[in-house]
């Protein structure tokens, strides 16, 4: 009962009041998970070639690796993806202002920070907005639910940080 009044009420609520999605991503991310395999295709390729045209429009870094958006729309964009260097923990570092796309940039302030634990000797960051840290909680919290898990279970989290921004 107390997993349903969670999914129905609370986190509805919540999403309305925070104006964030993570219900509605969550039931997204359920949704996704009954495609077939043709249909997960297609929306990689779908989800993909739109990231690409977005980057190649509106992030100053990708812009000088990218051809123009027009040619992406019609190109293969796993093809179009190897031709971009792989990112390391130093490339963020050294161009981490570059790596935020324009709509982002006068409100950078707004973006979420998530750190790696640095246990590889070099502790590395990336920024993302509220929406797509809320699509993240709610992509792990379905991948929880396939091992059994619900909103409003008990749950054990160990980590290296206690700092939790969701």
């Not at 997993?3 to 996704?32: C, Y």
């Amino acid at each position: 009962m107390i997993n349903w009044i969670l999914e129905n009420v609370l986190f509805p609520s919540g999403d309305a009041m925070m104006q964030t999605s993570f219900i509605k991503e969550l039931k997204h991310w359920r949704e996704v998970s009954k495609y077939s395999k043709q249909d997960i295709a297609a929306l990689q390729q779908k989800n993909l070639s739109e990231l690409l045209v977005y980057l190649a429009a509106h992030n100053r870094y990708y812009k000088g690796f990218l051809p123009p958006a027009e040619l992406i729309q019609s190109a293969d964009p796993v093809e179009v993806l190897k031709t971009l260097p792989i990112l390391t923990k130093e490339i963020i570092r050294n161009n981490n202002t570059a790596l935020i796309s324009d709509s982002f940039v006068k409100n950078s302030h707004k973006l979420i920070q998530e750190k790696s634990s640095g246990s590889s000797g070099i502790q590395g960051s990336v920024l993302m907005s509220r929406k797509e840290a809320y699509n993240v909680s709610a992509a792990q919290t379905h991948l929880w639910e396939w091992a059994g898990f619900r909103l409003g279970n008990e749950l054990l989290q160990l980590g290296m940080t206690t700092s939790r921004v969701y």
